[in-house]
Nanobody, 123 residues
Framework: QVQLVESGGGLVQAGGSLRLSCAASGHTLDAYSLGWFRQTSGKEREFVAVIDWSGHRTRYGDSVKGRFTISRDNAKNTVYLQMNSLKPEDTAVYSC????????????????WGQGTQVTVSS
């Protein structure tokens, strides 16, 4: 049974930083791409970032380019999302997920999801 568990969310002031982690258990992730999505109440899930199995290919959503960085440590079965220069509009529940489909940006390409971690950015 694959489990993805996010951590690192919290409350931060605008302009601050947070680092999210997503740890996997039950299966190694080194053959998969791993992505981060976010969602706020009443809105569709939004693509944030994805990294391929090797760590060499990444893609970012337009709203986070230049501020967020995705990385992974296959030895630790963990993917990270470093979030800098946070804005109030970054407030959301952030979830990680895995996909076999390269650096996919659509949620439908992902099969296993974590429960999410809340990020709140105050102005």
């Amino acid at each position: 049974q694959v489990q993805l568990v996010e951590s690192g969310g919290g409350l931060v002031q605008a302009g601050g930083s947070l680092r999210l982690s997503c740890a996997a258990s039950g299966h190694t992730l080194d053959a998969y791409s791993l992505g981060w999505f976010r969602q706020t109440s009443g809105k569709e899930r939004e693509f944030v970032a994805v990294i391929d199995w090797s760590g060499h290919r990444t893609r970012y959503g337009d709203s986070v380019k230049g501020r967020f960085t995705i990385s992974r440590d296959n030895a630790k079965n963990t993917v990270y999302l470093q979030m800098n220069s946070l804005k109030p509009e970054d407030t959301a529940v952030y979830s990680c997920a895995r996909t076999f489909r390269g650096v996919a940006v659509v949620a439908g390409a992902y099969d296993y999801w974590g429960q999410g971690t809340q990020v709140t950015v105050s102005s």
